[in-house]
T-cell receptor
Framework: GAVVSQHPSWVICKSGTSVKIECRSL??????MFWYRQFPKQSLMLMAT?????????EQGVEKDKFLINHASLTLSTLTVTSAHPEDSSFYIC????????????FGPGTRLTVT | QKEVEQNSGPLSVPEGAIASLNCTYS??????FFWYRQYSGKSPELIMF????GDKEDGRFTAQLNKASQYVSLLIRDSQPSDSATYLC??????????FGAGTRLAVHP
């Protein structure tokens, strides 16, 4: 149980284009999903908290117009990196909280984004 | 001062030994702590969580929490080469968020 998937697992895009990353909870309902970014040899940095049916809450320093988050259902949240630049190249990881069980967050496998 | 601090390592231990990973935190009001393991290029996986002072054991893993001294530790008994990974300590912040440390890289050598 508690499986979270992400798609795609890796993506290469040209500078200036937009990329959408999907995060799905496969066997539970997630009212809250989280989006993290991890640069090489660094820890996970929370970008935003996504709540089903409402606007995402962004962490300080994260541009909401650049990183668009949509949480349209209890099993799906999407992150769109708009007008991507090479400095956006990173490992993007989502997690989901099972609303029925404690506080644990279950992580997706991550999406490696490379912007050329 | 970082909210959650970990020694980056690497911590090198021989196979079969006990690996001891430590984490300190600055917010004295923190209540809940989590240990995640992350293999290179993969996402973190939860090992265990601890809420109460003292020890919590799960198989080869023991988490220890000392709120007075503001530290959390993870002991791995009978370390195996497959335990080689980065171990992330995290504390719960507010209702929903996790604040992660930078992680300690563990290397278990045969």
């Amino acid at each position: 149980g508690a499986v979270v998937s992400q798609h795609p697992s890796w993506v290469i895009c040209k500078s200036g284009t937009s990329v959408k990353i999907e995060c799905r909870s496969l066997d539970f309902q997630a009212t809250t999903m989280f989006w993290y970014r991890q640069f090489p040899k660094q820890s996970l940095m929370l970008m935003a908290t996504s709540n089903e049916g409402s606007k995402a809450t962004y962490e300080q320093g994260v541009e909401k117009d650049k990183f668009l988050i949509n949480h349209a259902s209890l099993t799906l949240s999407t992150l769109t990196v708009t007008s991507a630049h090479p400095e956006d190249s990173s490992f993007y990881i989502c997690s989901a909280r099972d609303q029925g069980v404690g506080f644990e967050q279950y992580f997706g496998p991550g999406t490696r984004l490379t912007v050329t | 001062q970082k909210e959650v601090e970990q020694n980056s390592g690497p911590l090198s231990v021989p196979e079969g030994a006990i690996a001891s990973l430590n984490c300190t935190y600055s917010d004295r009001g923190s209540q809940s702590f989590f240990w995640y393991r992350q293999y290179s290029g993969k996402s973190p996986e939860l090992i265990m969580f601890i809420y109460s002072n003292g020890d919590k054991e799960d198989g080869r893993f023991t988490a220890q929490l000392n709120k007075a001294s503001q530290y959390v530790s993870l002991l791995i008994r009978d370390s195996q080469p497959s335990d080689s990974a980065t171990y992330l300590c995290a504390r719960k912040s507010g209702y929903n968020k996790l604040i992660f440390g930078a992680g300690t890289r563990l290397a278990v050598h045969p």
